[in-house]
């Protein structure tokens, strides 16, 4: 492995360490995180609800800029792929098992406990959906567009390695080949495995939840490692075959199996209720989008705890995601102007997650508005998806689709963090070696099950607040590098 680091060697270190401690003191490993987890939420709660709007609103800024017109790369660079294929792998990474975990039983935990309506209630259906849709909409995409413009623009526009300590390099100049580089780094690494290691839990838990509801398989915490297992063979071979086979093909079979599942359930579910619904959510989730961002420490004591459990959380998840998601995006974006990259990254997706939420959550609401399927709030969270396609015709088929999808953004999501997690341990090798790629599949691999076996999904929340604490400072900081090299090389290109 002539093209590893010192980060990688660092980072593998402290990993298996962190993989030993948990299978040896699952119990000390739950007690010690939880505490941090605790301290950081009371304490700067505000840091990363504001942090993320900061990072929003910098994006959309961006867009209407002078600087939108620049590309992320030479000026006669030509995209590398189509805009469906990029927006197929863009979202896969983005996005994938979360979206598929919450889509039903986030609105379902909103409307049985609203933290501003009466439960159960009309009111509280509306507003349900538009707490989802804020956590997966507009905020989300702004801290992916932040982390992968910056390493885009400086990987492809100003020729430097891909990592994300590279992107500093107008504010630390030589420095960033030293240990601070090194410190920024091995952060990112640390980020991206919790993140990762979040959604891998999730994705088998869920899986295990559409097995049980198919099969007579329990869904055990055996029958969860069993997947982990299994999926991670299957990932690692995709991973293997490289980003233009693989990772490719199977965003683009991702897209093929969510449009045709979530097409398939607005035909067969309450077609109008959801179309809708679709309409009314938009404008309530734009028209509440600036009070929402801002909620940092409401006098309700209510309303302050679900901050601290939901907001604070997803927020904390997706930064902890984002040097994988950014890292990624940036690798299949050469060649496309700010503008049109920004607008790509923000607002398909988040349209296509408004309608997700509206079809699954809108559609398990209406079953329990109208008293047709009055006991998904009574399930646990990776069995709602399942429970609200069961009360649909063809129920069994469109459960069995749904768990194919989770399956496949299992495999895109971890594979492609495998590629990433070798990029940025082989100082931003387009192409990392395969043994650098399946050390990393083993680590997050392992990193999800000790995380499970220690706290269940609610570990992996925890792994995802602490790991995003400290590069949130770093997203920060990267706007200004970014802006500090935007304003030099505008000036340039207007000469």
């Known amino acids: 492995m002539k093209k590893v680091t010192s980060v990688f060697w660092i980072s593998l270190f402290i990993s298996i360490v962190f993989v030993i401690w948990g299978a040896w003191a699952p119990h000390n490993l739950d007690l010690v995180s939880s505490s941090i987890q605790s301290f950081l939420t009371d304490k700067f709660g505000w840091l990363y609800i504001l942090s993320v709007a900061i990072f929003l609103i910098y994006s959309i800024y961006l867009i209407f800029s002078p600087y939108g017109k620049m590309k992320l790369g030479k000026q006669d660079d030509r995209p590398e792929y189509s805009r469906l294929t ?10 994938g098992i ?8 986030e609105p379902l935990v909103h409307f049985a406990s609203p933290p501003q309506a009466e439960p159960e209630t009309q009111e509280a259906a509306i ?5 989802s ?3 997966w909409g507009l905020q989300t995409w702004g801290i992916y ?13 100003r020729g430097v390695t891909g990592v994300i300590s590279a992107t500093f390099q107008p504010l630390l100049g030589d420095k960033v080949n030293g240990s601070i580089g090194k410190l920024i780094d091995i952060i990112a690494v640390f980020a991206t495995i919790f993140g990762v290691a979040t959604s891998l839990g999730l994705g088998a838990s869920q899986i295990g939840g559409g097995l049980a509801f198919v099969t007579d398989i329990e869904n055990t915490m055996t029958t969860k490692f069993i997947i982990i297992i299994i999926v991670t063979v299957l990932f690692m071979i995709s991973a293997w075959s490289g980003i233009s086979r693989g990772i490719k093909y199977l965003s683009n079979l991702n897209i093929i199996l969510a449009v045709v599942l979530l097409l398939l359930t607005i035909v067969i579910g309450p077609t109008r209720y959801i179309l809708d619904t679709f309409l009314s959510t938009t404008f309530s989730y734009i028209k509440h989008l600036p009070k929402d961002s801002f909620a940092i420490n409401p006098a309700n004591s209510e309303y302050k705890q679900w901050i601290k459990d939901w907001t604070i959380f997803y927020w904390a998840w997706f930064i902890a995601w984002s040097p994988f998601v950014g890292t990624f995006i940036a690798r299949i974006s050469k060649g496309r102007t700010i503008r049109e990259f920004i607008s790509g990254v923000l607002f398909i997706p988040t349209l296509f997650c408004i309608l997700w939420f509206v079809v699954f959550g809108g559609g398990s609401l209406y079953q329990e508005l109208e008293g047709i399927n009055t006991g998904l709030t009574e399930l646990a969270n990776e069995e709602a998806l399942f429970g609200m396609l069961s009360s649909l015709p063809f129920g069994t088929v469109t459960t ?8 496949t953004f299992f495999i895109t999501s971890a594979d492609s963090a495998t590629f990433v997690l070798g990029m940025q341990t082989t100082n931003g090798s387009l192409n990392p070696p395969n043994t650098v790629k399946l050390s990393w599949g083993i680590i997050q691999a392992a990193t999800a099950s000790v995380l499970l076996a220690s706290g269940g999904l609610g570990a992996l929340q925890t792994a995802s607040i602490i790991s995003a604490f400290p590069f949130i400072f770093i997203l920060l900081i990267m706007i200004v590098s970014l802006n500090k090299a935007l304003r030099e090389d ?3 290109y207007n000469h």
């Not at 990029?86 to 996005?95: E, I, K, P, Q």
């Not at 567009?145 to 526009?157: C, E, V």
């Not at 069995?400 to 399956?407: D, H, S, T």
């Open 127 to 131: 507003k349900a959906l538009r707490y």
């Open 490 to 492: 505008l000036q340039k």
């Open 400 to 407: 069995i689709l749904a768990v194919l999808l989770i399956g």
């Open 86 to 95: 990029w927006f197929a792998m863009l979202f896969s990474a983005g996005m």
């Open 98 to 105: 979360g979206i598929i975990f919450w889509g039903s039983a």
């Open 145 to 157: 567009t932040i982390i992968a413009l910056s390493i885009a623009y400086f990987k492809f526009r």
């Open 133 to 135: 849709v804020f956590h």
